[in-house]
């Protein structure tokens, strides 16, 4: 089965709603986690997802996600340690699922990825790790397949 992008982004907020530390999900542009107030309609940890350029090649296109693990830290940020540690984990969960589910839907995970953490990058209250989340799927140049 090759996955669409709906299908992707379906699957990454199933795995955001099973996993039980992170408590809220959401996709698109960056400045919608920034916006002041929509901080307090989520439920911190949040995993949002952006999406990053797309290449093709021959027989496949790589989709690029952006995924951020967001948690809040106390005002005296006595607690950012441990929340780096914990979103670091859920960003190697989010990597791992997709590596161990992909067998039969003709995914292929690029596990080699970079994890850059942050503090203070929305508000001075959000700490967390973001990762590429890169996936490859079957692309054929088939004209069959146009809807004409």
């Known amino acids: 089965m090759v996955l669409t992008y709906n299908q992707i982004i379906t699957k990454l907020e199933a795995f955001a709603n099973a996993h039980f530390q992170i408590n809220s999900f959401g996709n698109g542009d960056l400045w ?50 441990e929340v780096k540690s914990d979103t670091l984990s859920i960003c190697l969960d989010v990597l791992s699922e997709w590596v161990m589910q992909t067998d039969n839907l003709q995914v292929t995970v690029d596990v080699n990825t970079n994890l850059t953490s942050f503090t203070e990058r929305f508000n001075d209250e959000l700490t967390g790790w973001w990762m590429d989340l890169k996936l490859e799927v079957p692309f054929k140049y088939n004209k069959c397949d146009i809807p004409m």
């Not at 919608?32 to 350029?53: A, G, R, S, T």
């Not at 290449?55 to 607690?79: C, Y």
């Open 32 to 81: 919608e986690v920034i916006e002041h107030d929509q901080l307090k309609d989520f439920n911190y940890p949040l995993m949002w997802v952006q999406d990053q350029p797309a290449t093709t090649e021959r027989g496949k296109i790589e989709l690029v996600f952006r995924v951020f693990i967001i948690n809040l830290v106390q005002k005296d940020e006595s607690n950012e340690n």
